[in-house]
């Protein structure tokens, strides 16, 4: 299962450098391009229909070794919010992916064998700041993918309007309240 993901990935990547993709494929793997986005480490994060939530894509970690990492990154100015959808295929124990603003871990790592998407939701303070997903390997081990994805990334800057919040696929709304009475 781990190589035909690593294989389709990697062709992937190969079609996405033949049509001469750039970092705007990033941005649509995360049904966002309106952020910059960049990825480093051992290796560059693709994207990858393996796994998605929204738009058939998601960002996917590059293939990386024992004791290696990666990373993809995008910059914001708050203050506001960051919604994002994100998952993780690895050894529980000791391989994770991590979301960290200006290089702060901001808890919540998440690592497991064939975890599901899960929602995630952060303040961001006021300023410019670096948000960045950063999938880590330790020193041995390799289980299942052995990769992380994210997905369906939105920045809220806070002031919004209720019009513009209301146009934005990825917020979540309800309603609540006694149906059956008038004010």
Request: hydrophobic share 45%; charged share 15%; aromatic share 10%.
């Amino acid at each position: 299962r781990r190589i035909v993901a690593r294989v389709a990935a990697c062709a992937a990547a190969l079609l996405l450098a033949a049509a001469g993709a750039s970092a705007a494929v990033r941005g649509e793997a995360v049904e966002n391009d309106d952020a910059a986005w960049t990825t480093g480490g051992n290796a560059v994060w693709l994207a990858s229909a393996v796994s998605a939530t929204l738009g058939g894509d998601a960002a996917q970690s590059g293939d990386i070794g024992d004791g290696q990492l990666n990373w993809i990154e995008t910059g914001v100015t708050g203050p506001g919010a960051a919604y994002f959808w994100w998952r993780v295929d690895s050894e529980g124990c000791c391989d994770f992916v991590r979301f960290r603003v200006d290089g702060a871990d901001q808890g919540g790592a998440l690592g497991g064998a064939a975890m599901p998407w899960i929602p995630k939701t952060y303040a961001i303070g006021a300023g410019s700041h670096v948000l960045r997903w950063e999938y880590s390997k330790d020193g041995s081990v390799s289980t299942g993918l052995d990769a992380a994805w994210m997905d369906a990334f939105e920045y809220v800057p806070s002031g919004l309007s209720l019009a513009t919040a209301l146009d934005i696929a990825s917020l979540a709304w309800s309603v609540s309240g006694n149906p059956g009475v008038n004010g």
